[in-house]
């Protein structure tokens, strides 16, 4: 395992997630009440054994930066292991950034030869799984591949939003030659979604970079290079069957949270083991939670540093979160240092960190379902999101769909009462 090396793509942000991605990258994105959604494939490679890791960082790096710092909670730090910040270094121009996943690891060959490895794996920073990728390796080996791509079965009916292959029988449900590929086809489309987990032969991989890099003016692994692969190189599939969270939208980065709740969670993250950075937004220097007399607590995660007097259901607490008598926590997930104050009630919320709600508003109120004006394919289900640093007065009442933008202050909120599918800035 001290051969292969990691390249963790984590610089990118999506517009689905709105204001949660407006100050850190996507793999920054805080998750489950104390981690952050890197933590996950940081962790896999820790379990699997793998100490060599690039990570491919861009978009406002410096949260990420300062959460992995240089690997000391997943243990790379040692002679021959390590953990790499890698930002774009070609140039000082808006232009010289990555262009695109295959551009940011061409851009750091000179990193990736140094190691001198036997293997590459190409990972995505913002997906939530547990993998132990030395099987998949050991296949990748056993078939003596050019590129091994892990997949995992979905509805045909979702194959748009993905990179979909179709895989021979050649080894059951282990895995086989990947036949075809397309990424996010339009029409068609096959039952197999890739990970974004890929493992190449090193001078297969320099060859078809190299190919890209001065023949296309795109540069993706999965639009591009996977494709340009197909019937010149040896191709295989690994199928995965273990949870797999693609929180890439607002709705399935709340469904994702929701799945650590209930009797038999989907996401068992003691079993998982995954390790996160304590010194991070001071989780280890925080007090143990307190619960008060008239707190009601069902079916939720709440951490440490938070106070809770009211009612709490189905949410989930980051640390500092404090809910005040009378006030009502409901389908919620409300990052680190949220005040909820007395009679407020919040019914399918996402708070990004450090936002105050004044006594006696309602947010999400109603059952008015009216799609967010600006944004109407983001937000459609009845999440309400408020962004960083919001103040939201005394005895405010906004709709499902709605999206406060951060450091709203309570002067900034001109009427007392905001439909559903209003953006207020």
Known sequence: MKKVLALILAGGRVDELSVLTLHRPK?????????????????????????????????????????????????????????????????????????????????????????????????????????DYRPMLAYHHEKNADVTMAFTRIKMAQSHRFGVADLDDEDGDIGGRIVDYKEKPTKGGYPWASLTILMFRPAVMYDILEQNARHSTSHEFGRDLIPMMMDKYKMYGYKFYGYWGYARTIDEYWQTNMDLLGENPNIEIGVWQVRTNLDHDRLRDRPPAKIGGS?????????????????????????GVKVAKGAVVKDSILLFDTVVQ?????????????????????????????PNQQNPKILHSGITLLGRGVRVPPNIQIGRNCVVYPSLTENNFKHNQYASGTTIS
């Open 27 to 131: 793999s920054a994105v805080p998750f489950g009440g104390m981690y952050r959604v890197i933590d996950f494939p940081l962790s896999n490679l820790l379990h699997s054994g793998i100490e060599n890791v690039g990570i491919l960082s861009q978009y406002k790096s410096y949260s990420l930066i300062n959460h992995i710092g240089v690997g000391y909670w997943w243990d790379f730090l040692g002679r021959h292991r390590g953990a790499t910040m890698l930002p774009p270094s070609t140039g000082h121009q808006a232009s010289d950034w990555y262009k695109g996943t295959a551009d940011a690891v061409y851009q750091n060959l000179e990193f990736v030869q140094s190691r001198d490895p036997d293997t590459v794996l190409v990972l995505s920073g913002d997906h939530i799984y547990r993998m």
């Open 342 to 370: 007395q009679g407020a009630a919040l019914d399918k919320i996402i708070t990004d960190v450090e936002v105050q709600i004044g006594a006696g508003s309602a947010i999400g109120a109603g059952d008015d379902l009216v």
């Open 295 to 319: 707190a009601i607590i069902e079916n939720s995660l709440i951490y440490n540093g938070c106070r809770v007097d009211g009612e709490v259901h189905h949410s989930i607490l980051f640390p």
